[in-house]
């Protein structure tokens, strides 16, 4: 059973705006989005936990948005001014509570190509 979906992605152009959704089912507690360019590790963008306390990596501050909608346990990111190295294979990652402890669930991943 898949806890966590994503959606949205695709192709942009330079300069536009990307928005990526994501479900997870369960008692979620952080929500992070993480990015996967070809040929390299995967690193954090942006996360958001219960409370709704927001964090950025340094490449996506001040032109990325994190938001939560914790009635359907939903997270969504809206990145603006998009460049080439914005490129990559995007998973958000659920910390969910089993109420015996928690773990880590991926989504699948969703591509985003950022190219005129």
């Known amino acids: 059973q898949e806890q966590v979906l994503e959606s949205g992605g695709g192709l942009v152009q330079p300069g536009g705006s990307l928005t990526l959704s994501c479900t997870a089912f369960g008692t979620i507690l952080n929500m992070e989005w993480h990015r996967q360019a070809q040929g390299k590790g995967r690193e954090l963008v942006a996360g958001i936990t219960a409370s709704g306390r927001r964090y950025y990596s340094d490449s996506a501050k001040g032109r990325s948005t994190i938001s939560r909608d914790n009635s359907k346990n939903t997270m969504y990111l809206q990145m603006n001014k998009v460049k080439p190295e914005d490129t990559g294979v995007y998973y958000c990652?659920?910390?969910?509570?089993?109420?015996?402890?928690?773990?880590?669930?991926w989504g699948q991943g969703t591509q985003v190509t950022v190219s005129s």
């Open positions: 990652k659920a910390t969910i509570d089993h109420g015996v402890g928690y773990d880590d669930s």
